[in-house]
């Protein structure tokens, strides 16, 4: 740093007194959330038990696949939910861990046939966020179309 150089302050948020909305008025922003997490699995399981720590709302969690015992090893359920439907045992998880947040699971392949069940995901659910959490390429793509027609 050279003498000339300015340095410009980081500005904090407060409740009541920052610049931007605060730790309650963040907190409630959070709760308005509904995010739609497509893919369960070891990544979207995860990343959805984060969100609702962190105080999102409404979870969406898509999935068309059962818990199976070799998921276990990196999956956060674990081996009580083995043989459930992925997005039905993280909504257990998530109504027993954190009860702030509701999730609502879909147990469907929403991404075949005529995709009424797609329709119905976004039309009902109403997702302010999209995650394609899913190694498959086709799925993250008609997630990115459906995020920009909803």
């Known amino acids: 740093m050279d003498v000339g150089d300015v340095i410009h302050p980081v500005r904090v948020a407060t409740s009541g007194l920052g610049v931007g909305p ?5 907190l409630e922003l959070l709760g ?3 995010v739609l997490i497509v893919g369960t699995g070891s990544v979207g399981a995860p990343i959805g038990l984060e969100l609702a720590r962190s105080g999102v709302g409404t979870l969406i969690a898509v999935d068309k696949d059962i818990l199976e015992i070799h998921n276990c090893m990196r999956h956060v359920l674990g081996t ?5 439907p992925k997005p039905v045992a993280f909504q257990q998880y998530i109504r027993e861990n954190v009860p702030t947040c509701e999730c609502i699971p879909v147990y469907a392949d929403i991404f075949q046939g005529d995709r009424k069940q797609l329709r119905e995901v976004f039309e009902v659910g109403r997702p302010t966020r999209i995650l394609a959490v899913t190694d498959s390429l086709r799925v993250q793509y008609l997630c990115q179309r459906a995020a920009l027609h909803y």
């Open 32 to 34: 308005r959330e509904r």
């Open 22 to 26: 605060g730790l309650f008025e963040m």
């Open 80 to 84: 009580a939910y083995v043989g459930w």
